[in-house]
């Protein structure tokens, strides 16, 4: 059995595979397709194991990460599973393969925009876990997490374990909702990208008393994703109209909050901040990519200090 999952639901994803594994008595073997060694080393127990008559249910992930001519190749060898059903194998890729007669499965993420599917979403997910949650939690989940269904994924999987009779009350919600200091990242993230840097050393200090390193860094990693994007489909400049929000909004995919804080825009007028699409060029915004990557690295190994990881990355980018 050979099956396409494409979209960009990877908790659903991997829940499809879960399921799958549950139903039978084969081993799981997840292949992270972006890292070679691995590929290599694990893509032959298809084929030797299955002489033993072991079976697996396979998982390549990020299955669009190897190029074209590579992917073509795997396909090829892989065809044979579409009839012989020893194993059973899933591709994760971001779009429909043209082959109609591949089996496929579509698992999207609703658009940034569409709020009751997102709260329908986080109540799917929560249900896994037995909980019931409540309108004005799913809500808060969704702010602060900008749609991230892997970092809510986790919040609601931590407040299962202690929740009484399927419910967690407002006390318990709020003070196991790890990003109650998540919620002042927005303010930490802006000073950075604004070039606010003593702010932001100052911010940074105060959410590492609740959150570790990593974390911060991640918020900073994710919104400067979203600035690159957002820098190659809107032209930078000092104001902005509500019309042209929403034209951004449907050209980008993301919501008009979302493109608000970055280029500044509010209904008041006194509300206005400084455009951060300003701030810096194309080729800036990817190195600062670059030096998030390194910091985050350098984090997980034990070579940057948490204390000292903003100041790092604001000396390394900057220099530049």
């Keep these: 059995m050979l099956i396409a999952l494409y979209g960009d639901d990877l908790l659903f994803k991997e829940l499809r595979v879960k399921k799958e594994l549950k139903e039978g008595n ?20 298809l084929f030797t194991n299955n002489m033993f008559g072991e079976s697996y249910v396979v998982y390549f992930k990020k299955f669009d990460s190897l190029s074209k001519a590579v992917k073509k190749t795997y396909l090829a060898k892989l065809d044979i599973f ?33 709020r009751e599917e997102w709260e329908l979403k986080v109540r799917q997910v929560s249900g896994l876990y037995g909980l019931r949650l409540k309108k004005h939690q799913i809500e808060k989940l969704l702010d602060i997490s900008d749609n991230d ?38 303010e930490f993230v802006y000073d950075f990208l604004s070039g606010n840097y003593p702010k932001a ?44 929000m929403k034209n951004y909004s449907k050209i980008t995919g993301y919501n008009i909050p979302t493109i608000s804080k970055f280029t500044g825009f509010a209904f008041k007028q006194s509300e206005r901040k400084p455009c951060i699409l300003r701030e810096m060029d194309l080729e800036m915004a990817e190195e600062l ?20 990881a903003l100041i790092i990355l604001i000396s390394d980018w900057r220099k530049n």
């Design 149 to 186: 269904l892997m970092f809510i994924k986790n919040e609601i999987e931590k407040m299962s374990v202690i929740a009484e009779n399927y419910v967690v009350d407002d006390e318990l919600f709020n003070s196991l909702l790890f990003s109650n200091a998540i919620e002042n990242t927005d």
């Design 82 to 114: 579409r009839e012989v059903h020893c194993h059973k194998i899933f591709l994760d890729v971001e779009e429909k393969f043209k082959d109609d007669s591949l089996k496929q499965e579509m698992f999207e993420l609703p658009k940034p925009w569409k």
């Design 289 to 308: 990519l670059i030096k998030l990557w390194e910091i985050d690295f350098g984090l997980k190994n034990g070579v940057v200090a948490p204390s000292s």
């Design 26 to 45: 084969q081993r799981f073997l997840p292949i992270n397709s972006d890292k070679k060694k691995e590929l290599e080393e694990q893509f032959p127990l």
């Design 201 to 244: 050393i100052s911010t940074y200090s105060i959410l590492l008393e609740n959150m570790a390193a990593q974390q911060i860094m991640y918020q900073l990693y994710k919104n400067s994703v979203i600035l690159y994007e957002l820098m190659k489909k809107i032209p930078a400049k000092e104001r902005y109209s509500f019309d042209e």
